[in-house]
């Protein structure tokens, strides 16, 4: 039995997480949960939003399926899901857009990866203020030494982009093609303006690609990846991005195969995968058994991949997909119209998948 901690998070998470949990054991995975809080409940309850004990699962177990957490705007309490990514270290954001039938979208032929850095680049949380010492005292420095000059008066973000970060996450990206049979790996970047963050990306990503020549590898300037993403979605597999560019096309691809709603993820490191849906916890919804399973439910299917569980987690996709196909035992988001009195609710659909496999 592999021991996963399960972290049913807030708003809606619970609901979800427990119509996710009833779906993995239906496939029959060798899987024990070890169940732990995060969020504004474990706050109530416990009064903290990460208790010491949900972190040390995670530490122990190295995966974890997690619904969603609420960051409460004001109170002062950082973002748990920002704080578990810097804690464990999970620099690989996956992304996965497919196509399913049933789901309402722009095109059909859908199946990307999307593969996000997630600890450096402009999210990297290296600011300085306009108007502060720092702020003046860095822009005398570089207008000293730079032909390009800072006008004062400035907001400055760094973007740093490193050799071992950008070939983690590129060999990440080829780790993952290799494993799941995908065939070519395209790198993103803007390297023809930032030649020395984005053009190291660039290099290092050529460097690595030199290492795996198993997979197919290209290049692709950033603007141009937008225009042909929309335009022939198909001629791409699995992209690798710094972690700006890979926060803007993870929804941009999330986008073409329906949204939120069928969206999954992971945040994976060297040591730990916590594999969550993209939407967040929707607390307008919290215990009403309303919303759409589906993102987490297919997290889960990544998760059971990631544990080379693939005959489970194919069992899974097919069931998702044939419910999501008839139509029928779906929740009000995939109906024709929001208010379509035959939707189902949380659990329902989960049955449905259940019934399915
Ligand atoms: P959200 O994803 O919760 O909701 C956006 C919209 O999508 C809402 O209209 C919501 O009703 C709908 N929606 C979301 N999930 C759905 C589902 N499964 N089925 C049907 N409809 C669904 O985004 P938000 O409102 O910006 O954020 C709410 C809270 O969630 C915030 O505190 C935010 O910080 C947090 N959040 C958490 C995560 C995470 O835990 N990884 C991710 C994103 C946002």
Not at 31 to 41: C, F, K, N, T
Request: charged residues 25%; negative net charge.
């Amino acid at each position: 039995m592999k021991k996963v901690t399960l972290i049913r998070g807030d708003g809606i998470g619970p609901e979800i997480a427990e119509a996710t949990r009833r779906c993995v054991e239906a496939t029959g995975a060798a899987i024990e949960w070890d169940v732990q809080e995060a969020g504004l409940d474990a706050m109530e309850e416990l009064g903290t939003p990460l208790p010491e004990a949900t972190l040390a699962s995670v530490e122990a177990n190295g995966v974890a399926l997690k619904a969603p957490i609420t960051t409460p705007v004001g109170t002062g309490f950082r973002s748990i899901n920002v704080h578990m990514r810097q804690h464990f270290d999970t620099y690989a954001c996956l992304r996965p857009c497919k196509s399913y039938e049933g789901v309402r979208s722009k095109y059909d032929n859908i199946d990307l990866v999307v593969v996000r850095e997630n600890t450096e680049d402009l999210y990297a949380g290296i600011e300085f203020q306009k108007d502060t010492a720092e702020a003046a005292e860095l822009t005398q420095w570089i207008n000293q030494r730079s032909k390009q000059q800072i006008k004062y008066k400035s907001g400055i973000s760094i973007k740093p982009i490193s050799v071992e970060g950008t070939e983690r996450i590129v060999q990440f990206a080829f780790d993952y093609a290799r494993k799941n049979k995908r065939k070519k790996v395209t790198s993103v970047h803007k390297a023809n303006i930032m030649k020395h963050s984005d053009g190291l990306w660039l290099d290092v990503s050529r460097e690595v690609a030199k290492k795996n020549t198993d997979i197919e590898f290209e290049d692709r300037i950033v603007d141009n990846m937008c225009m042909q993403l929309v335009q022939k979605p198909e001629l791409y597999d699995v992209i690798v991005l710094p972690n700006l560019y890979g926060d803007i096309l993870s929804d941009l691809c999330a986008g073409l195969v329906g949204g939120l709603g069928v969206a999954p993820g992971a945040n994976i490191g060297a040591k730990t995968a916590i594999f969550e849906a993209t939407h967040g916890s929707a607390p307008k919804y919290k215990g009403q058994n309303k919303v759409n399973p589906t993102a987490l439910i297919l997290s889960s299917m990544l998760m059971l991949r990631h544990l080379d569980m693939f005959a489970e987690a194919e069992k899974l996709e097919n069931a998702v997909a044939a419910v999501i196909a008839e139509g029928k035992d779906v929740t009000y988001d995939m109906k024709p119209t929001r208010d379509d009195p035959t939707a189902v609710g949380t659990s329902e659909m989960a049955d449905a998948i259940i019934a399915k496999m």
